[in-house]
C-alpha cells in the first residue's frame, strides 16, 4: 500500500531557527513529490515541487530534497519566522497513479517570536 | 492571476439531504482533481476528471457523484447526507494529466467546507 508520512507530527520553533520537516513514502515508484502549506481553515498552497528525476528544489528560503532510494523527503525552512506558521503537508504522485496525491498527515508547525 | 475557484465557501445541510459543490478551474485548465479533509485528516483524494471524462477514482462513496462540463467546471454532488461527510472539500485543477504532460503542479481552491448536522 503507497503510504506517506510526516514526522513530527508538531514543532514548535523560535523565530530565525533552521528546521528541517520529514516526509517519507512507501513506494519507490514515485513520479513526483510536493510539498503544501495549510493555514488553518484554508486551502492547500503549493509550495515546491520535485519530479522524480530531481534530487532537490529550492525557493527562497525553502529546499526540498528528494532521495527516492532512501524514500525520504525534507523540507528545510531557514532563519524561520512567525508567519511560517502553519501546517505543512508533503503529498506524493506514485507512478500507476498519476492523478491521485496521497498526502502525509502533515506538521504543525509553530514558529514564536 | 486567476486562481481555482469553488463555491459555496461554507455550506450547512441537514442529516439524508442533498450538497451540490462546484468548482471553476483556472482558465486553460482540463484537468480537475476533488479531494476531501476531514477534521484533522490529510486530504483524500475522491475522483478526477480529464477533458470531462473521468479519469481515476479514489475513495468516494457511492452516494457522491461528480462530472466535468463542457465549459471544464466541476460539480460534486452528495446525495443522503451524512455526519461524516462534514469536511472541507478542495479542488484542485491542472494543465493535462500528471504523467502525460511533465512538471504536473496542481494548484488548489480554498475549498468549501460542508458541515452536515
Known amino acids: 500500500k503507497q503510504e506517506v508520512t510526516q514526522i513530527p507530527a508538531a514543532l514548535s520553533v523560535p523565530e530565525g531557527e533552521n528546521l528541517v520537516l520529514n516526509c517519507s513514502f512507501t513506494?519507490?515508484?514515485?513520479?513526483?513529490l510536493q510539498w503544501f502549506r495549510q493555514d488553518p481553515g484554508k486551502g492547500l498552497t503549493s509550495l515546491l515541487l520535485i519530479q522524480s528525476s530531481q534530487r532537490e528544489q529550492t525557493s527562497g528560503r525553502l529546499n526540498a530534497s528528494l532521495d527516492k532510494s532512501s524514500g525520504r523527503s525534507t523540507l528545510y525552512i531557514a532563519a524561520s519566522q512567525p508567519g511560517d506558521s502553519a501546517t505543512y503537508l508533503c503529498?506524493?504522485?506514485?507512478?500507476?497513479?498519476?492523478?491521485?496525491?496521497?498526502f502525509g498527515a502533515g506538521t504543525r508547525l509553530a514558529v514564536h517570536p | 492571476a486567476a486562481g481555482v475557484i469553488q463555491s459555496p465557501r461554507h455550506l450547512i445541510k441537514e442529516k439524508r439531504e442533498t450538497a451540490t459543490l462546484k468548482c471553476y478551474p483556472i482558465?486553460?485548465?482540463?484537468?480537475v482533481y476533488w479531494y476531501q479533509q476531514g477534521p484533522g485528516q490529510d486530504p483524500q483524494f475522491l475522483i478526477s476528471?480529464?477533458?470531462?471524462?473521468?479519469?481515476d477514482k479514489g475513495s468516494i462513496p457511492d452516494r457522491f457523484s461528480a462530472q466535468q462540463f463542457s465549459d471544464y467546471h466541476s460539480e460534486l454532488n452528495m446525495s443522503s447526507l451524512e455526519l461524516g461527510d462534514s469536511a472541507l472539500y478542495f479542488c484542485?485543477?491542472?494543465?493535462?494529466?500528471?504523467?502525460?504532460?511533465?512538471?504536473?503542479?496542481?494548484?488548489f481552491g480554498a475549498g468549501s467546507r460542508l458541515t452536515v448536522l
Open positions: 513506494d519507490s515508484a514515485i513520479y513526483n
Open positions: 503529498a506524493s504522485a506514485f507512478s500507476g497513479g498519476y492523478n491521485k496525491l496521497i
Open positions: 476528471f480529464y477533458e470531462k471524462m473521468q479519469s
Open positions: 482558465p486553460r485548465h482540463d484537468t
Open positions: 484542485a485543477s491542472s494543465k493535462g494529466l500528471a504523467g502525460v504532460s511533465g512538471a504536473n503542479v496542481l494548484t
